[in-house]
């Protein structure tokens, strides 16, 4: 066996994380079975209590695989990297074949093993009739290939990461655009009058696994509009995916030779020392010039807040810029489409979208800032130094959290001009948009208190991020699984507790998208997001304080 | 350099981590304006020790003092006392040097006009100035210790306490951070320092505290520790025929009354050996040995460095 399958995957096997996915994977797996088995002496000829479990197992099954498989690949590479062994790996025998080959291995050991906990249950639901055999085996087949698709992405990105925390923000935001951003294009473009361009975009929507799971669920196509919708997702994806995976390889193998870590270090050179042209001409650029020497920190600033800007890549002036840019772009150009294609869509569905992808924002963005937040001065020693300076510990909390807090709010706010414009062409929407943005405002401190408090119980960021998201998924995710099984094999009221939980439900429900309308989600979700941000947030000053006190 | 007013004090200072007591009955008194090294085997307390003195741990019994401040209650005041240096950099990605300092520097609430000035003069006492623009994670090992020492003397504390500072430097970079030590000490500050590389400490040290298993085994001056330990001084021949190894040797033992550690080397035509006795005693050997027609190329004594005191220590220690 290659040495590094080995110690990746006997590594990976002995956190105490791992154990807990093989067995909850189990469990979850079991109880969805009992729940449906039948116990009466009527059987189910027409099969449809096993496509309906069948259904929910499939779509639990993705979502554990996309959530779970990218954080191991993505911190795999990096990881080495900062602890000096990466060095030793490539001055090894070892070709750039045989490491990458090890490292995906590994990631497809452990992985494998969730997927094969599962089996019993597909065995199950096989044996309760209604399902093709070739059907089972088929979303095995395209799982898998998700599984090494995935972790593909998070090798690829962990070769030029330099920090675990880069790794699987850019991993986990790679995920996002390939498994979900990338539906979009065809979305908008099927049954338009330009045939190479949907066809382009419907092959490119061949790279999500979600397509091909949706298909072999037997629930028609994503997003499918009457009788536009397309089959073949699934050889498609085997197709796409295929390609890209192997692609992917490619290019991580290549990289993976000594040059790699040959980089220059960088003389930290500054615009002020530049010539006029050039500074013009980078102010241009930038707006706000990366390079441009930092004045002092004002005497009535929280130092905590602008170094937490500072020490943040995308936190930067510029970036900030750009991203409130984009989402102000993004958000007019969804709201164009709303007023001018509503006899195709309806706003309902332009909004729903908007509002998906605006949580699927906050939801992919908090993590990534937050949960470094206590973790990541663990990791850097900058904890003990922070401990040394006369701040509060209140004083450190407050500027840790307005540095997200600010990102969050205006990157909705620059989503704000979109609904403007949704309540001038449509004034009976105000009420609605008003509940659609308490609920992206209480999505957004959540998540940032949420993931704030899973922090500060972390010394490392890579396990910190991962576990804030892996809530954070369970919660706007996880439950919407939930949804999806609504009127069987679970009840209106389950599904209506269950969804309380989840502010991107009640946006929906307050938008009035189909199937949320019926479930009362509002004033419930807002109190109980509200008690368990304020719980959450007790817990994050309790334990800062804890920590920052003598031991 | 000294003040002879005590600055740090540790009284009978006890830390227990569960079974495990990181301090044993500790005490210390050090005058102002002194270079302390602290040196003991790892695990020997000195971290403990230091995570006391800065008032990040509070001691199970015993207390600690800097300028009178009592290290786990006045904790505030301890901040502004102290500069500490731990073993760990501490840096932030995607920052510049100055940038760096300039956090810091407001976070012990130094107004900005005099901010910069103060980075400014850090940064040229520590011979950092160049490194100004550049960012923090990509500076080389010794750049860090430096940028990490200016950190330190930001709020111009009294107190310099550094956990390994020559750690992991090149011989030319721990030259220069010998320098800077005995350069800050001349400011008058007090530096307790501590470090496994000893002939360093030993160069710039007044006082030495050895510890091992949390207690402390010597304090003093380098001189008085040796004197402590080293009751016998060391001698060695060296002779110009290894033929004539076992007959010198035979003669050590013969006229040389507490001679112990008699050893020969045949590769080195040396034979080395311990004793109590004086000059004018071991006189009288020599001249036994060349009357006998020993042929000796040199004769002389082998000073004993910090290195062989700590091992002679922590070897008591251990035993």
Redesign the interface.
Known sequence: MNAIVRRELISILRTWPAAAIQVGTAVVFALLVVAQWPTGAVVDLSGVQAERVFRLFGYGLLTTLLLLVPAVPATSIVREKKQGTLTLLLNSPLTGWGIYSGKLLGVLGFVMLPLLMSLPAAAACYAMGGLALGDVLKLYAVLLLATVQCAAIGLLVSSYANSTDAALRLTYGFMLLVAVILLGPYQILQGKPWPYVADIALWLRGLSPIPAVVELLRQGDVGGQGLSAVAGNVYRYFIMGGAMTGLLAVWTARRLKQTMLDRPRPQGVMTDDRSLGQRSARRLFFLIDPQRRSRAIGRFTNPVLVKEFRSRRFGRSYWMVRLIAGCAIFSLLFSYAATTSSEDWGVETIGGILVVLQVALIVFITPSLAAGMISAEHESGGWTLLRMTPLSAGRIVTGKLLSVLWTLLLVLLATLPGYALMIVIMPKLMQQIIYVLICLVLSCVFSLVLSAMVSSFFRRTAPATITAYTVLAVIYGGTLLVWFGRDAPFGHDTVQRVLTVNTLAAAMHAIKVKGFETYELIPANWWFVGCATVACLGVFAWRVRRLTRPE | MTDNSVMLEARQLTKRYGDITALDDFTLSVDGGNIVGVIGPNGAGKTTLI?IL?????PTSGSATIDGCDC?RD??KI??L?G?M?D?????????V??YL????????I???K??ARIDEVMETTGSTY?????V????HGMKQRVAVA?TLLHDPSVLILDEPANGLDPHARIEMRELLLRLAKMGKTLIVTSHILPELSRICDQVAIITSGRLRAFGSLDEIMRMVHQQRMFEFQLTNADQINAVSQTIGQQVDDATEIVGSAAEQTVRFRTGQSDQDLSVLLAKLISDGVQVGQFREIPFDLEDTFLSITGKGAG
């Open positions: 995570r800065v008032g990040q741990a509070r786990s904790a505030q901040k502004h102290v500490y731990p760990v950099f501490g840096s932030y990605d995607n920052m510049r100055g940038e300039d956090f810091f520097g407001a976070a012990f609430k107004p900005p006009v901010r910069r490194m100004k623009d550049r960012f994670e990509s500076l080389s950190r």
